[in-house]
């Protein structure tokens, strides 16, 4: 019998389907090689959101001075006990804004989209009172997205398991008062105190060093936009040819859908 394997794969190693359709398949083929079920690590990130000044507003509203006088001093001494300094980088990214410059003005403000976006990442209006945000992100539609999604690999001989969506595991981490044990996910560390070493317990949470699609693309010049039926929404000519890491990915869905309508 094939071991069972446990991963650490996040969404954000995962291209959406619909882009990146073939590598998809033949990753999934191949874990499913190694063997057939495997742990997808979802679930904290949201879960333990750092909410900091909703929890302190909630026990100030509430009343709850001994709790807030614990909150503060634990997490002033988690303050103070950091030794880590934040990293310089040598070069700034390129500057980003709220949408890229190549979506045509007229076709955000006709479709609403920045008041949808705004909506989208807005904690309920009347959410939770100390983890609105982390409550909230669980009523989006990207969690149907990502499972079905992954579902899909069922065809491919490759089982998913969601041990932190486990509604068990989820009540536990949503009951943690955010400060101090949301920070830099501070439970987990403590948990695993003893069973990790200390150089993975104190690491910082870093994403990758380089994108592996832009590395692969490095050099390459995208090609120009063939279908007209894309003009009303996008300015052709602003697209970049070379684009930074960071602009990617939603450059390579516009010439999916270029490719597809072409």
Do not use: C
Not at 73 to 95: I, N
């Amino acid at each position: 019998m094939r071991p069972t394997i446990r991963s650490g794969v996040g969404s954000a190693v995962r291209m959406p389907t619909i882009v990146n359709a073939h590598r998809e398949q033949a990753l999934a083929r191949s874990m499913a090689a190694e063997a057939p079920v495997w742990f997808f690590g979802e679930g904290p990130d949201n879960a333990l959101t750092f909410e900091r000044d909703a929890y302190l507003g909630w026990l100030m509203r509430t009343g709850h001075w001994a709790r807030l006088a614990s909150a503060l001093w634990r997490y002033a001494g988690l303050k103070l006990g950091e030794r880590e300094q934040r990293q310089q980088s040598s070069s700034a990214p390129p500057a980003s804004s709220e949408f890229p410059n190549w979506l045509r003005p007229e076709f955000i403000a006709r479709t609403g989209l920045r008041e949808r976006m705004h909506a989208f990442y807005a904690p309920p209006p009347h959410g939770h009172p100390w983890h609105p945000r982390a409550i909230g992100s669980f009523g989006t539609p990207v969690w149907q997205s990502l499972l079905g999604n992954l579902e899909a690999d069922r065809e491919r001989g490759l089982d998913w398991r969601h041990p932190y969506l486990d509604l068990r595991v989820l009540q536990f981490l949503l009951s943690v008062p955010p400060v101090p044990w949301a920070r830099r996910k501070l439970v987990l560390r403590e948990a695993m105190r003893g069973r990790l070493p200390a150089e993975v317990l104190e690491r910082r949470k870093t994403p990758l060093a380089a994108n592996a699609l832009h590395q692969a693309l490095s050099g390459v010049d995208l090609p120009l936009i063939a279908s007209a039926a894309l003009e009303p929404w996008l300015d052709p000519g602003r697209l970049p040819r070379r684009p930074h890491a960071a602009d990617l990915e939603p450059l390579i869905a516009v010439h999916a859908l270029d490719h597809w309508l072409s």
